[in-house]
């Protein structure tokens, strides 16, 4: 794992790139507009950090990528470092026709394994019932991790592991933005 003190000065970097690419592009936003042109370019300055190297950063720029407007702002806050991860995030099949046939494979699953405990349902023993709470919480932590619903359990672990420091690299760095623009403001005489 990187220094957190170099994560956050990519990652702060990238960031105010994509923010200068969306205000260039649009001068006259609303204030949802300005929300989702901050969340865009802090998500996609956040997976740009990881250079692909993980699966929620690769779901994130798939997902950003799906709208046209928003591939001028991934290309440039990737720049020319990335070219392979342009290349696999722009394909449309990496992320497509594979994933929702594993979605279609694993609601088979699930509808088995329903009716199967719905037979056990009279002998209900507290290794099913953990097991039941186990297999809830993996689901909701496969909705929070982006990408996550195609993981399996050791992966999806190790990816919200990473996912987690990286957002927390992203708070802080708007924390300590928020903190200095707030002093700047309470405080002009020092500008």
Request: a positive charge.
């Amino acid at each position: 794992m990187r220094n957190p003190s170099s994560l956050k000065q990519e990652f702060l970097k990238k960031w105010i790139k994509g923010l200068q690419i969306c205000s260039a592009t649009k001068k006259k936003m609303s204030i949802i507009e300005r929300k989702k042109a901050i969340k865009l370019s802090a998500d996609v300055a956040m997976a740009s950090t990881r250079k692909s190297t993980t699966y929620w950063s690769h779901a994130l720029l798939a997902n950003a990528s799906k709208d046209d407007t928003n591939k001028i702002i991934i290309e440039n806050i990737l720049g020319n470092d990335d070219n392979s991860s342009k290349r696999l995030i722009f394909n449309k099949a990496s992320m497509g026709i594979s994933m929702s046939q594993k979605g279609i494979i694993r609601s088979k699953k699930i509808v088995k394994k329903s009716c199967k405990i719905s037979r056990r349902a009279r002998k209900i023993s507290p290794n099913i019932i953990a097991k039941q709470l186990v297999k809830k919480k993996t689901q909701v932590l496969k909705s929070l991790v982006p990408g996550g619903e195609y993981m399996d359990d050791a992966s999806l672990i190790k990816e919200t592991l990473d996912y987690i420091i990286s957002l927390r690299v992203q708070v802080d760095v708007m924390r300590h933005l928020a903190n200095n623009a707030s002093l700047e403001i309470n405080d002009p005489k020092k500008s």
